[in-house]
Protein backbone atom coordinates (compact mmCIF):
# COMPACT_ATOMS: atom_id res chain seq x y z
CA UNK A 1 0.00 0.00 0.00
CA UNK A 2 2.64 2.51 0.70
CA UNK A 3 4.39 1.92 -2.74
CA UNK A 4 0.71 2.97 -4.17
CA UNK A 5 0.78 6.37 -1.98
CA UNK A 6 4.12 7.17 -2.88
CA UNK A 7 3.62 6.72 -6.49
CA UNK A 8 -0.26 8.46 -6.48
CA UNK A 9 1.58 11.17 -4.40
CA UNK A 10 4.58 11.59 -6.98
CA UNK A 11 2.08 11.35 -10.24
CA UNK A 12 -0.19 14.10 -8.29
CA UNK A 13 3.00 16.59 -7.85
CA UNK A 14 3.91 16.16 -11.32
CA UNK A 15 0.24 16.48 -12.55
CA UNK A 16 0.41 13.36 -14.51
CA UNK A 17 -3.46 12.74 -14.10
CA UNK A 18 -3.76 10.06 -16.69
CA UNK A 19 -1.26 7.83 -15.32
CA UNK A 20 -2.77 8.81 -11.73
CA UNK A 21 -5.93 7.21 -13.24
CA UNK A 22 -4.79 4.38 -14.60
CA UNK A 23 -2.72 3.57 -11.50
CA UNK A 24 -5.58 3.82 -9.34
CA UNK A 25 -8.37 2.35 -11.62
CA UNK A 26 -8.18 -0.70 -9.39
CA UNK A 27 -9.46 1.38 -6.21
CA UNK A 28 -12.51 2.66 -8.25
CA UNK A 29 -14.20 -0.84 -8.94
CA UNK A 30 -13.18 -2.13 -5.46
CA UNK A 31 -15.64 -3.35 -2.92
CA UNK A 32 -13.72 -1.76 -0.27
CA UNK A 33 -12.05 1.09 -1.80
CA UNK A 34 -9.26 3.22 0.19
CA UNK A 35 -11.03 6.55 1.02
CA UNK A 36 -7.62 8.51 0.20
CA UNK A 37 -6.76 6.64 -2.82
CA UNK A 38 -10.16 7.04 -4.19
CA UNK A 39 -9.94 10.92 -3.47
CA UNK A 40 -7.13 10.87 -5.71
CA UNK A 41 -8.61 9.05 -8.55
CA UNK A 42 -11.77 11.62 -8.16
CA UNK A 43 -9.41 14.34 -8.73
CA UNK A 44 -7.36 12.78 -11.43
CA UNK A 45 -10.34 12.00 -13.81
CA UNK A 46 -11.82 15.66 -12.73
CA UNK A 47 -8.59 16.98 -14.01
CA UNK A 48 -8.81 15.00 -17.22
CA UNK A 49 -11.99 15.97 -18.00
CA UNK A 50 -14.07 12.49 -17.17
CA UNK A 51 -16.69 13.47 -15.83
CA UNK A 52 -18.62 10.28 -15.96
CA UNK A 53 -15.73 8.53 -14.24
CA UNK A 54 -15.59 11.28 -11.67
CA UNK A 55 -19.21 11.47 -10.97
CA UNK A 56 -19.42 7.60 -10.43
CA UNK A 57 -16.09 7.58 -8.22
CA UNK A 58 -17.98 10.48 -6.31
CA UNK A 59 -21.09 8.96 -5.72
CA UNK A 60 -18.53 5.71 -4.31
CA UNK A 61 -16.74 8.09 -1.91
CA UNK A 62 -19.37 9.54 -0.20
CA UNK A 63 -20.30 6.31 1.20
CA UNK A 64 -17.15 5.93 2.93
CA UNK A 65 -15.89 7.87 5.85
CA UNK A 66 -14.24 10.99 4.31
CA UNK A 67 -14.05 14.47 5.57
CA UNK A 68 -16.44 16.97 4.73
CA UNK A 69 -13.67 19.50 3.37
CA UNK A 70 -12.71 16.82 1.22
CA UNK A 71 -16.61 16.30 -0.20
CA UNK A 72 -16.67 20.55 -0.68
CA UNK A 73 -13.69 20.29 -2.75
CA UNK A 74 -15.03 17.58 -5.03
CA UNK A 75 -18.35 19.31 -4.89
CA UNK A 76 -16.39 22.58 -6.18
CA UNK A 77 -14.40 21.24 -9.11
CA UNK A 78 -17.97 20.24 -10.72
CA UNK A 79 -19.61 23.68 -10.14
CA UNK A 80 -16.47 25.53 -11.70
CA UNK A 81 -16.36 23.32 -14.39
CA UNK A 82 -18.61 24.64 -17.49
CA UNK A 83 -18.16 21.73 -19.41
CA UNK A 84 -18.91 19.41 -16.29
CA UNK A 85 -22.30 21.12 -15.15
CA UNK A 86 -23.99 20.22 -18.76
CA UNK A 87 -24.37 16.67 -18.10
CA UNK A 88 -27.46 15.75 -17.07
CA UNK A 89 -26.02 13.30 -14.47
CA UNK A 90 -24.00 16.05 -12.69
CA UNK A 91 -26.71 18.55 -12.65
CA UNK A 92 -28.94 15.92 -10.76
CA UNK A 93 -26.66 14.64 -8.66
CA UNK A 94 -25.36 18.33 -7.65
CA UNK A 95 -28.61 19.30 -6.79
CA UNK A 96 -29.02 16.52 -4.12
CA UNK A 97 -25.31 17.11 -2.71
CA UNK A 98 -25.87 18.85 0.66
CA UNK A 99 -22.38 20.38 -0.10
CA UNK A 100 -23.68 22.13 -3.61
CA UNK A 101 -25.31 25.53 -1.76
CA UNK A 102 -21.98 26.11 -0.04
CA UNK A 103 -19.79 26.12 -2.68
CA UNK A 104 -22.48 27.84 -4.76
CA UNK A 105 -22.14 30.51 -2.08
CA UNK A 106 -18.72 30.36 -1.75
CA UNK A 107 -18.12 31.26 -5.86
CA UNK A 108 -20.41 34.47 -5.65
CA UNK A 109 -18.25 35.87 -2.93
CA UNK A 110 -14.59 34.91 -4.03
CA UNK A 111 -14.97 34.81 -7.37
CA UNK A 112 -18.30 36.74 -8.42
CA UNK A 113 -16.75 36.75 -12.31
CA UNK A 114 -16.52 33.23 -13.08
CA UNK A 115 -20.11 32.68 -10.53
CA UNK A 116 -21.38 35.03 -13.86
CA UNK A 117 -19.86 33.30 -16.35
CA UNK A 118 -21.83 29.61 -15.18
CA UNK A 119 -24.94 31.13 -13.57
CA UNK A 120 -26.75 31.12 -16.78
CA UNK A 121 -26.06 27.70 -18.03
CA UNK A 122 -26.27 26.30 -14.22
CA UNK A 123 -29.81 28.75 -13.87
CA UNK A 124 -31.08 26.32 -16.97
CA UNK A 125 -30.46 23.16 -16.20
CA UNK A 126 -31.15 23.83 -12.55
CA UNK A 127 -35.11 24.60 -13.99
CA UNK A 128 -35.41 22.10 -16.08
CA UNK A 129 -34.82 19.62 -12.93
CA UNK A 130 -37.40 21.75 -10.94
CA UNK A 131 -39.88 20.56 -13.75
CA UNK A 132 -38.74 17.34 -12.61
CA UNK A 133 -38.87 16.84 -8.71
CA UNK A 134 -40.80 18.43 -5.85
CA UNK A 135 -39.06 20.94 -3.64
CA UNK A 136 -36.66 20.67 -1.33
CA UNK A 137 -33.91 22.15 1.36
CA UNK A 138 -31.10 22.01 -1.10
CA UNK A 139 -33.49 22.85 -4.21
CA UNK A 140 -34.87 26.06 -2.63
CA UNK A 141 -31.22 27.19 -1.48
CA UNK A 142 -29.81 26.73 -4.82
CA UNK A 143 -33.19 28.99 -6.14
CA UNK A 144 -32.12 31.58 -3.94
CA UNK A 145 -28.13 31.39 -5.18
CA UNK A 146 -29.18 31.60 -8.63
CA UNK A 147 -32.11 34.39 -8.48
CA UNK A 148 -34.34 32.40 -10.29
CA UNK A 149 -37.51 35.26 -9.98
CA UNK A 150 -39.74 32.98 -11.80
CA UNK A 151 -39.30 30.03 -8.81
CA UNK A 152 -39.81 32.93 -6.12
CA UNK A 153 -43.13 32.39 -4.70
CA UNK A 154 -42.57 28.61 -4.83
CA UNK A 155 -39.75 28.97 -2.68
CA UNK A 156 -41.05 31.54 -0.40
CA UNK A 157 -44.01 29.20 0.76
CA UNK A 158 -41.32 26.07 0.87
CA UNK A 159 -39.31 28.98 3.16
CA UNK A 160 -42.18 29.55 5.91
CA UNK A 161 -43.57 26.18 5.94
CA UNK A 162 -40.80 24.27 6.21
CA UNK A 163 -38.01 26.71 8.54
CA UNK A 164 -38.88 24.88 11.67
CA UNK A 165 -37.34 21.56 10.25
CA UNK A 166 -34.26 23.56 9.40
CA UNK A 167 -30.58 23.10 11.12
CA UNK A 168 -28.69 25.98 12.10
CA UNK A 169 -26.26 25.64 8.89
CA UNK A 170 -29.20 25.82 6.44
CA UNK A 171 -30.69 28.54 7.98
CA UNK A 172 -27.49 29.83 7.73
CA UNK A 173 -26.89 29.82 4.04
CA UNK A 174 -30.76 30.19 3.14
CA UNK A 175 -30.79 33.25 5.14
CA UNK A 176 -28.11 34.95 3.06
CA UNK A 177 -30.24 33.71 0.03
CA UNK A 178 -33.29 35.09 1.34
CA UNK A 179 -31.88 38.69 1.94
CA UNK A 180 -30.54 38.98 -1.26
CA UNK A 181 -33.74 37.87 -3.27
CA UNK A 182 -35.99 39.60 -1.41
CA UNK A 183 -34.71 41.72 1.59
CA UNK A 184 -33.84 41.02 5.07
CA UNK A 185 -37.41 41.36 6.10
CA UNK A 186 -38.52 37.81 4.81
CA UNK A 187 -36.83 35.48 7.17
CA UNK A 188 -38.11 37.77 10.38
CA UNK A 189 -41.52 37.30 8.31
CA UNK A 190 -41.81 33.43 9.21
CA UNK A 191 -41.38 34.52 13.06
CA UNK A 192 -45.19 36.15 13.37
CA UNK A 193 -47.58 36.25 16.11
CA UNK A 194 -49.42 33.97 14.75
CA UNK A 195 -47.10 31.00 14.63
CA UNK A 196 -45.24 29.56 17.55
CA UNK A 197 -41.66 28.37 16.60
CA UNK A 198 -39.20 26.31 18.58
CA UNK A 199 -36.12 28.09 20.36
CA UNK A 200 -33.81 26.02 18.08
CA UNK A 201 -35.27 28.68 15.07
CA UNK A 202 -35.07 31.84 17.04
CA UNK A 203 -31.79 31.57 18.15
CA UNK A 204 -30.45 30.83 14.67
CA UNK A 205 -32.59 33.75 13.87
CA UNK A 206 -31.11 36.38 15.94
CA UNK A 207 -27.03 34.87 15.61
CA UNK A 208 -28.03 35.82 11.64
CA UNK A 209 -29.50 39.01 12.74
CA UNK A 210 -26.39 40.21 14.70
CA UNK A 211 -24.05 38.68 11.83
CA UNK A 212 -25.29 40.72 9.42
CA UNK A 213 -25.44 43.45 11.86
CA UNK A 214 -29.68 44.16 11.47
CA UNK A 215 -30.78 45.80 14.53
CA UNK A 216 -34.15 44.55 15.43
CA UNK A 217 -37.02 47.25 15.70
CA UNK A 218 -38.93 47.90 19.10
CA UNK A 219 -42.03 46.00 17.87
CA UNK A 220 -39.87 42.22 16.39
CA UNK A 221 -37.85 42.43 19.89
CA UNK A 222 -40.74 42.53 21.87
CA UNK A 223 -42.67 40.20 19.37
CA UNK A 224 -39.72 37.48 19.82
CA UNK A 225 -39.86 37.87 23.14
CA UNK A 226 -43.12 37.31 23.95
CA UNK A 227 -43.02 34.09 22.15
CA UNK A 228 -40.00 33.05 24.13
CA UNK A 229 -41.98 33.62 27.13
CA UNK A 230 -44.65 31.79 25.67
CA UNK A 231 -43.13 28.99 24.14
CA UNK A 232 -44.00 25.55 25.44
CA UNK A 233 -40.55 23.62 23.76
CA UNK A 234 -39.50 20.79 25.74
CA UNK A 235 -37.24 21.37 28.17
CA UNK A 236 -34.37 19.12 26.71
CA UNK A 237 -30.57 19.62 25.66
CA UNK A 238 -29.12 22.10 23.62
CA UNK A 239 -32.16 24.61 23.27
CA UNK A 240 -33.10 24.97 26.87
CA UNK A 241 -29.57 26.91 26.91
CA UNK A 242 -30.18 28.33 23.32
CA UNK A 243 -33.29 29.53 25.26
CA UNK A 244 -31.62 31.53 27.74
CA UNK A 245 -29.16 32.26 25.14
CA UNK A 246 -32.19 34.09 22.91
CA UNK A 247 -33.23 35.83 26.10
CA UNK A 248 -30.02 37.51 26.60
CA UNK A 249 -29.71 38.32 22.51
CA UNK A 250 -33.08 39.46 22.21
CA UNK A 251 -33.15 41.91 25.58
CA UNK A 252 -29.35 42.87 24.40
CA UNK A 253 -31.45 44.51 21.20
CA UNK A 254 -34.65 46.03 23.43
CA UNK A 255 -31.67 47.13 25.92
CA UNK A 256 -29.87 49.21 22.85
CA UNK A 257 -32.77 51.62 22.58
CA UNK A 258 -32.18 52.50 26.05
CA UNK A 259 -28.24 53.13 25.49
CA UNK A 260 -28.42 54.84 22.39
CA UNK A 261 -30.46 57.53 23.92
CA UNK A 262 -28.22 57.62 26.93
CA UNK A 263 -25.52 58.10 24.53
CA UNK A 264 -27.52 60.86 22.82
CA UNK A 265 -28.08 62.84 25.91
CA UNK A 266 -25.93 64.98 28.27
CA UNK A 267 -24.30 62.83 30.80
CA UNK A 268 -21.58 63.00 33.77
CA UNK A 269 -18.47 63.90 33.37
CA UNK A 270 -16.15 61.23 32.48
CA UNK A 271 -14.52 59.79 36.24
CA UNK A 272 -11.30 61.22 36.69
CA UNK A 273 -9.68 57.54 37.71
CA UNK A 274 -7.65 55.80 35.59
CA UNK A 275 -8.87 52.04 34.62
CA UNK A 276 -6.73 49.44 35.84
CA UNK A 277 -5.69 47.42 32.59
CA UNK A 278 -4.05 44.02 32.58
CA UNK A 279 -2.35 42.53 29.33
CA UNK A 280 -2.31 38.69 29.55
CA UNK A 281 0.46 37.39 27.38
CA UNK A 282 -0.29 33.43 27.10
CA UNK A 283 0.98 30.61 24.79
CA UNK A 284 4.37 29.43 23.46
CA UNK A 285 7.01 31.96 23.11
CA UNK A 286 7.91 31.54 19.70
CA UNK A 287 8.54 34.71 17.73
CA UNK A 288 7.96 36.55 21.25
CA UNK A 289 10.99 39.17 20.74
CA UNK A 290 9.92 40.29 17.81
CA UNK A 291 6.23 40.47 18.17
CA UNK A 292 6.70 42.54 21.75
CA UNK A 293 8.78 45.85 20.30
CA UNK A 294 5.26 46.20 18.41
CA UNK A 295 3.12 46.34 21.58
CA UNK A 296 5.44 48.49 23.41
CA UNK A 297 4.72 50.91 20.74
CA UNK A 298 1.35 50.48 21.04
CA UNK A 299 -0.93 49.02 23.81
CA UNK A 300 1.80 49.43 26.28
CA UNK A 301 2.69 53.32 25.53
CA UNK A 302 -0.81 54.22 25.59
CA UNK A 303 -2.71 52.05 28.24
CA UNK A 304 0.40 51.45 30.74
CA UNK A 305 -1.28 47.68 31.82
CA UNK A 306 0.08 45.82 33.92
CA UNK A 307 2.31 42.64 32.39
CA UNK A 308 1.31 38.93 33.06
CA UNK A 309 3.45 36.41 31.35
CA UNK A 310 1.89 32.24 31.12
CA UNK A 311 4.11 29.96 28.77
CA UNK A 312 5.78 27.05 28.33
CA UNK A 313 9.67 26.04 29.07
CA UNK A 314 10.37 25.39 25.45
CA UNK A 315 10.39 28.90 23.72
CA UNK A 316 9.54 26.74 20.63
CA UNK A 317 11.02 28.04 17.09
CA UNK A 318 9.41 26.36 14.07
CA UNK A 319 5.67 25.11 14.43
CA UNK A 320 5.10 21.49 13.64
CA UNK A 321 4.71 21.28 10.32
CA UNK A 322 1.05 19.78 10.17
CA UNK A 323 -0.86 20.18 6.56
CA UNK A 324 -2.22 23.72 7.39
CA UNK A 325 1.04 24.71 8.87
CA UNK A 326 3.64 23.47 6.49
CA UNK A 327 3.48 27.22 4.47
CA UNK A 328 4.67 28.68 7.72
CA UNK A 329 7.87 26.29 8.37
CA UNK A 330 9.00 25.99 4.41
CA UNK A 331 9.76 27.48 1.70
CA UNK A 332 7.29 27.84 -0.94
CA UNK A 333 8.19 25.03 -3.11
CA UNK A 334 9.40 22.85 -0.67
CA UNK A 335 6.22 23.15 1.25
CA UNK A 336 3.99 22.27 -1.39
CA UNK A 337 5.68 19.46 -2.21
CA UNK A 338 6.08 18.47 1.53
CA UNK A 339 1.96 18.45 1.84
CA UNK A 340 1.64 16.27 -0.76
CA UNK A 341 3.54 14.02 0.55
CA UNK A 342 1.73 14.26 4.20
CA UNK A 343 -1.53 13.87 2.07
CA UNK A 344 -0.51 10.72 1.24
CA UNK A 345 0.86 9.44 4.53
CA UNK A 346 0.29 11.11 7.83
CA UNK A 347 2.42 13.09 10.46
CA UNK A 348 3.66 10.36 12.30
CA UNK A 349 4.67 8.27 9.12
CA UNK A 350 6.68 11.94 7.81
CA UNK A 351 8.46 11.64 11.60
CA UNK A 352 9.78 8.43 11.22
CA UNK A 353 10.95 8.88 7.61
CA UNK A 354 12.69 11.87 8.03
CA UNK A 355 14.17 12.12 11.64
CA UNK A 356 16.75 14.49 10.64
CA UNK A 357 14.59 16.84 9.25
CA UNK A 358 11.98 16.95 12.13
CA UNK A 359 14.86 16.89 14.99
CA UNK A 360 15.74 20.21 13.04
CA UNK A 361 12.94 21.81 14.04
CA UNK A 362 12.82 21.00 17.31
CA UNK A 363 14.68 24.66 19.33
CA UNK A 364 16.27 23.01 22.57
CA UNK A 365 16.09 26.91 23.64
CA UNK A 366 13.92 27.00 27.55
CA UNK A 367 12.42 30.01 28.81
CA UNK A 368 13.99 31.80 32.31
CA UNK A 369 12.01 33.29 34.91
CA UNK A 370 14.54 35.93 35.38
CA UNK A 371 14.94 36.28 31.72
CA UNK A 372 11.11 36.47 31.04
CA UNK A 373 11.10 39.40 34.02
CA UNK A 374 13.56 41.54 32.59
CA UNK A 375 12.26 41.00 28.75
CA UNK A 376 8.84 41.74 29.74
CA UNK A 377 9.26 44.17 32.68
CA UNK A 378 7.32 42.08 35.00
CA UNK A 379 7.24 39.81 37.54
CA UNK A 380 4.57 38.34 36.77
CA UNK A 381 5.71 35.15 34.89
CA UNK A 382 4.80 31.83 35.24
CA UNK A 383 7.16 28.83 33.09
CA UNK A 384 5.45 25.39 32.66
CA UNK A 385 6.84 22.14 31.40
CA UNK A 386 4.50 21.32 28.83
CA UNK A 387 6.67 17.73 28.19
CA UNK A 388 5.73 16.57 31.31
CA UNK A 389 2.08 15.44 32.83
CA UNK A 390 -0.38 16.85 33.34
CA UNK A 391 0.20 18.69 30.22
CA UNK A 392 2.16 16.13 28.26
CA UNK A 393 -1.83 14.66 27.31
CA UNK A 394 -2.54 18.02 25.84
CA UNK A 395 -2.76 18.97 22.40
CA UNK A 396 -2.13 22.33 20.78
CA UNK A 397 -5.97 23.31 21.14
CA UNK A 398 -6.10 22.46 24.86
CA UNK A 399 -3.15 23.75 25.79
CA UNK A 400 -4.07 27.55 24.26
CA UNK A 401 -6.97 26.97 26.33
CA UNK A 402 -5.46 26.33 29.23
CA UNK A 403 -2.89 29.04 28.71
CA UNK A 404 -5.61 31.73 28.20
CA UNK A 405 -7.44 30.77 31.06
CA UNK A 406 -4.19 30.29 33.42
CA UNK A 407 -3.14 33.93 32.34
CA UNK A 408 -6.27 35.53 33.15
CA UNK A 409 -6.43 33.81 36.77
CA UNK A 410 -3.14 35.33 37.57
CA UNK A 411 -4.12 38.42 36.84
CA UNK A 412 -7.20 38.18 38.72
CA UNK A 413 -5.47 37.13 41.52
CA UNK A 414 -3.04 39.77 41.76
CA UNK A 415 -5.77 43.03 41.45
CA UNK A 416 -9.34 44.37 40.46
CA UNK A 417 -8.61 45.45 37.12
CA UNK A 418 -11.25 47.32 34.68
CA UNK A 419 -10.17 45.51 31.10
CA UNK A 420 -8.35 42.92 30.26
CA UNK A 421 -5.90 42.67 26.95
CA UNK A 422 -5.13 38.88 25.90
CA UNK A 423 -2.52 38.41 22.93
CA UNK A 424 -0.50 35.67 21.66
CA UNK A 425 3.63 35.83 22.37
CA UNK A 426 4.07 35.69 18.40
CA UNK A 427 0.64 38.32 17.55
CA UNK A 428 2.65 41.54 16.55
CA UNK A 429 0.04 44.42 15.93
CA UNK A 430 0.36 47.60 13.98
CA UNK A 431 -2.30 51.15 14.06
CA UNK A 432 -2.66 52.97 10.99
CA UNK A 433 -3.32 56.14 13.03
CA UNK A 434 -3.69 57.12 16.47
CA UNK A 435 -6.66 55.46 18.71
CA UNK A 436 -9.16 56.65 20.39
CA UNK A 437 -9.11 54.57 23.83
CA UNK A 438 -11.39 56.57 25.43
CA UNK A 439 -14.17 55.44 22.88
CA UNK A 440 -12.02 51.64 22.91
CA UNK A 441 -12.88 51.22 26.86
CA UNK A 442 -15.98 53.03 26.95
CA UNK A 443 -17.61 50.39 24.62
CA UNK A 444 -15.71 47.68 26.29
CA UNK A 445 -17.85 48.62 29.35
CA UNK A 446 -21.35 48.19 27.94
CA UNK A 447 -20.47 44.88 26.64
CA UNK A 448 -18.40 44.98 23.54
CA UNK A 449 -15.46 43.11 22.78
CA UNK A 450 -12.90 43.70 20.58
CA UNK A 451 -11.31 40.72 18.93
CA UNK A 452 -8.35 40.08 15.95
CA UNK A 453 -11.24 38.42 13.80
CA UNK A 454 -14.67 39.55 13.73
CA UNK A 455 -17.82 36.92 13.42
CA UNK A 456 -18.12 34.52 10.86
CA UNK A 457 -19.26 31.52 9.55
CA UNK A 458 -17.02 28.92 8.68
CA UNK A 459 -18.06 25.56 6.09
CA UNK A 460 -16.32 22.96 8.42
CA UNK A 461 -16.24 24.64 12.46
CA UNK A 462 -19.42 26.78 11.79
CA UNK A 463 -19.28 29.61 14.11
CA UNK A 464 -15.49 31.15 14.45
CA UNK A 465 -13.73 34.56 16.00
CA UNK A 466 -10.18 35.73 16.17
CA UNK A 467 -8.50 34.18 19.08
CA UNK A 468 -5.05 35.79 19.23
CA UNK A 469 -6.36 39.44 20.44
CA UNK A 470 -8.92 40.60 22.61
CA UNK A 471 -9.69 43.56 24.72
CA UNK A 472 -12.62 43.72 26.70
CA UNK A 473 -14.23 44.33 30.32
CA UNK A 474 -13.39 41.85 33.19
CA UNK A 475 -16.50 40.67 32.94
CA UNK A 476 -16.32 39.87 29.52
CA UNK A 477 -12.68 38.35 29.45
CA UNK A 478 -14.19 36.33 32.51
CA UNK A 479 -16.63 34.99 29.52
CA UNK A 480 -13.69 34.89 26.80
CA UNK A 481 -11.41 33.09 28.50
CA UNK A 482 -13.51 30.21 29.99
CA UNK A 483 -13.80 27.62 27.42
CA UNK A 484 -11.21 25.69 29.37
CA UNK A 485 -13.17 25.71 32.20
CA UNK A 486 -16.54 25.49 30.76
CA UNK A 487 -16.51 22.84 28.07
CA UNK A 488 -16.96 19.86 29.32
CA UNK A 489 -20.58 21.36 30.76
CA UNK A 490 -21.26 22.61 27.31
CA UNK A 491 -20.82 19.11 26.52
CA UNK A 492 -22.77 17.42 28.84
CA UNK A 493 -25.80 20.06 27.87
CA UNK A 494 -25.40 19.28 24.43
CA UNK A 495 -24.32 22.75 23.60
CA UNK A 496 -21.63 23.98 20.84
CA UNK A 497 -18.50 24.85 21.68
CA UNK A 498 -17.78 22.27 24.73
CA UNK A 499 -15.50 19.14 24.04
CA UNK A 500 -13.44 18.92 21.95
CA UNK A 501 -12.23 22.12 22.28
CA UNK A 502 -11.48 24.35 18.68
CA UNK A 503 -9.61 27.07 17.99
CA UNK A 504 -11.26 29.81 17.03
CA UNK A 505 -15.19 28.29 17.58
CA UNK A 506 -15.16 27.68 21.46
CA UNK A 507 -14.94 31.43 22.11
CA UNK A 508 -17.18 32.41 19.40
CA UNK A 509 -20.13 30.23 21.09
CA UNK A 510 -19.51 31.61 24.67
CA UNK A 511 -19.36 35.06 23.57
CA UNK A 512 -22.45 34.93 21.50
CA UNK A 513 -24.50 33.36 24.19
CA UNK A 514 -23.48 35.70 26.55
CA UNK A 515 -25.18 38.44 24.55
CA UNK A 516 -21.72 40.24 23.82
CA UNK A 517 -21.27 42.27 20.68
CA UNK A 518 -18.02 41.78 18.58
CA UNK A 519 -15.87 44.17 16.94
CA UNK A 520 -12.37 45.51 15.72
CA UNK A 521 -10.54 48.13 17.04
CA UNK A 522 -10.15 50.94 13.85
CA UNK A 523 -7.09 52.05 13.01
CA UNK A 524 -5.56 48.71 14.29
CA UNK A 525 -3.87 46.17 11.88
CA UNK A 526 -2.46 42.35 12.38
CA UNK A 527 0.51 41.72 10.77
CA UNK A 528 1.30 38.51 9.86
CA UNK A 529 2.13 35.72 13.02
CA UNK A 530 6.30 35.86 13.71
CA UNK A 531 6.99 32.43 11.68
CA UNK A 532 10.23 30.83 11.58
CA UNK A 533 11.05 29.56 8.27
CA UNK A 534 13.63 26.72 8.14
CA UNK A 535 16.18 27.27 5.48
CA UNK A 536 16.68 25.57 2.22
CA UNK A 537 19.85 24.45 2.99
CA UNK A 538 19.17 23.09 6.10
CA UNK A 539 16.88 21.06 4.61
CA UNK A 540 18.53 20.27 1.79
CA UNK A 541 21.16 18.83 4.67
CA UNK A 542 18.76 16.88 6.32
CA UNK A 543 16.87 15.23 3.45
CA UNK A 544 20.49 13.74 2.05
CA UNK A 545 21.25 12.52 5.63
CA UNK A 546 17.27 11.19 5.63
CA UNK A 547 17.39 9.60 2.15
CA UNK A 548 21.23 8.52 1.60
CA UNK A 549 20.34 4.58 1.96
CA UNK A 550 16.74 5.14 0.30
CA UNK A 551 16.04 7.48 -2.36
CA UNK A 552 12.35 6.43 -3.26
CA UNK A 553 10.19 8.75 -5.20
CA UNK A 554 9.25 10.96 -2.29
CA UNK A 555 12.39 10.99 -1.56
CA UNK A 556 13.50 12.44 -5.32
CA UNK A 557 10.25 15.31 -5.10
CA UNK A 558 11.58 16.63 -2.15
CA UNK A 559 14.73 17.37 -3.27
CA UNK A 560 13.76 18.80 -6.48
CA UNK A 561 11.34 20.80 -4.66
CA UNK A 562 13.84 21.91 -2.22
CA UNK A 563 16.58 23.00 -4.99
CA UNK A 564 14.10 24.75 -6.62
CA UNK A 565 13.96 27.07 -3.51
CA UNK A 566 17.94 27.23 -2.89
CA UNK A 567 17.85 29.00 -6.34
CA UNK A 568 15.02 31.08 -5.47
CA UNK A 569 17.05 32.36 -2.23
CA UNK A 570 19.89 33.28 -4.08
Not at 205 to 225: E, V
Not at 398 to 410: F, I, T, V
Not at 451 to 479: C, N, W, Y
Request: some cysteine; proline content about 5%.
Amino acid sequence: MSDIYEQAARLMQEKQYSQLENLLENTASSPEPNPELLSMYVKSTIASNKWAKALAAWELLRQHSVEHSNQIKIAKAFVYMPDAIEMPESISYLLEAEETPSVIEELKIVNRSHFNTIQPSLAKLTRAQLEQRPLSKNLCQIIFLLQLDDWKEQAQCFLTDNLNSYTFEEVCVFHNSAKELFGYDVVFECFNQNKQHSTENIFSLLILNDIHQQKLTRHQATTLLNQLAQSEDEMKPPFDKAKAASFHLVNKHLSAFNFDNLLSASSAPPSPKKPRIALCISGQLRGYQQAFQSLKDTLIKDLSPDIFVHTWLDVGGYREPILSHAQRVFPSCFSDAYKNALMATDLNGMKTKYPSLFAKLKDPTQASPDGLRNFYGTEHVVIEDDSQPPFSTLNNFQKMYYKMHACHELAMQTSDYDYVIRIRPDRPIHCTAAIDWEQVLSSAKHNHVFLDGGLRLHSTVKMVVGDQFALGSKETMDIYTSSWKSAEFFKAQHLPGGLPLRPHSSIAYRLWMSGKSIGRIDNMTFPPLINLTLPATDILKCLQIDSANRMDDVDRLLLSAVQKDLILEK
